[in-house]
């Protein structure tokens, strides 16, 4: 949702010979420049999601063809994760060029409006909660007032700030009973509203806390920092990432390998414990599998929008990328509303999919239509007026 702050729309080229600064950041495009893969990468993420969101608010949970079952399986949990690296790229680039003058004064204005918008975002959030229990929006808000106060910090800062989130995650986590909130085994969550309630869904055991989920959008504002936008420099990370990640993607889908975390056994009592520490909440394991899929799918889409340019299926895919904060709030509101009122809110695994398509169609062809007219989406429009 950052990309409301960068002006210009389309592909527009980059300076192919960046200055290397030295707090860090290296190859990233100056403000201004709209980047198509950044943009392709978010319409994509919000697509899974409302798949994903779909299918959780229509108790979708049924049998359903070989294939969608697959599908469904190969993106839980994954699409969010995606979109909140996204939004630490978003961050890095919306601050790059008070970052590369060392002007105090922009500085302070780039940090005044992220957390304006931050604040925006919460109170959007606490709105849309009313009606989808799984809004991702009051915890995008706190991540992106904990990723300002450091947004001008050298790069190896922000992976040592992703580490003490997910520290800080497990000390919570180790502390506070998780299971608060969720007596009911309702969706819902219980005292939500509540002072105490809402810290506690916010900070500690929500869908999305923000501990450790900042740690997501702290490694995405690292990794706008290196030579991705360099097709050379992007490469290298490609031939790096990739691998990882469809190792860990395989390994993750044999049931035995997260078994043995779970029950090491090695005869080594201190082992165990340390084996056994990646898969207790936060879940450090499961975290840099989905983290190392946002990392992947940021540098493909970056690649692939290089590549193609041109193409119109791109370019449609990343102008509704640039509306994504409108798309999100819409697929809760215009459709899910609705259906909840009519009684007819619990479908099938393949209809959920069917209306998930049917939505980002419609949200596609919005954003063409809208953008001849107007540079931002409804709601990116409104939060730029309200929040700069």
Not at 51 to 76: C, D, Q, R, T
Not at 346 to 374: E, H, K, N, P
């Amino acid at each position: 949702m950052e990309q409301f702050e960068l002006e210009k729309r389309g592909g527009a080229a980059l300076d192919p010979h960046p200055s290397t600064m030295p707090s860090g950041a290296d190859n990233t495009p100056r403000k201004g420049h709209r980047l198509l893969g950044i943009d392709m990468a978010r319409s994509l993420a919000i697509f899974l999601m409302v798949v994903e969101n779909y299918k959780n608010a229509m108790e979708a949970h049924g049998a359903g063809p070989a294939w969608l079952v697959w599908f469904f399986s190969h993106i839980e949990g994954r699409a969010a994760p995606t979109f909140v690296t996204l939004m630490g790229v978003g961050l890095a680039l919306l601050a790059h060029k008070a970052l590369e003058s060392g002007d105090p004064a922009l500085r302070r204005g780039d940090t005044s409006r992220i957390i304006k918008r931050g604040v925006f975002l919460v109170l959007l959030g606490v709105f849309n909660y009313q009606l989808w229990p799984g809004d991702i929006l009051h915890f995008y808000g706190f991540y992106m007032a904990l990723c300002a106060l450091v947004l001008f910090r050298p790069s190896w800062t922000l992976l040592a700030s992703a580490a003490t989130v997910m520290v800080l995650a497990y000390i919570v986590n180790q502390v506070f009973d998780s299971n608060v909130g969720w007596e009911n085994g309702h969706i819902w969550y219980n005292g939500y509203l509540t002072p105490s309630g809402f810290v506690r869904n916010t900070f500690m055991n929500g869908y999305h806390p923000v501990f450790a989920w900042t740690a997501y959008a702290l490694v995405g504002m690292w990794l706008a920092r290196q030579a991705i936008f360099d097709r050379q420099g992007r490469r290298r990370f490609l031939v790096i990432f990739i691998p990882i990640t469809l190792v860990f993607e395989i390994a993750i889908s044999f049931p035995d390998f997260l078994s043995f975390f779970y029950n090491p056994h090695t005869g080594v009592p201190f082992l165990d414990s340390m084996l056994q520490l990646l898969v207790t909440r936060p879940r450090p394991l499961i975290m840099l599998e989905r983290q190392l899929v946002a990392i992947s799918a940021v540098l493909v889409c970056l690649e692939l929008a290089d590549r193609f340019r041109t193409s119109r299926i791109i370019e449609t895919l990343a102008t509704t990328g640039r509306m994504s904060l409108t798309h999100y709030l819409a697929h809760t509101f215009l459709v899910l509303g609705p259906m909840f009122l009519l009684g007819i809110l619990q479908q099938s695994r393949m209809t959920s999919f069917i209306i998930a398509c049917c939505f980002f169609a419609a949200a596609m062809t919005f954003s063409v239509l809208y953008s001849r007219r107007f540079k931002q989406g409804p709601l990116e429009a409104l939060m730029r007026r309200i929040a700069g």
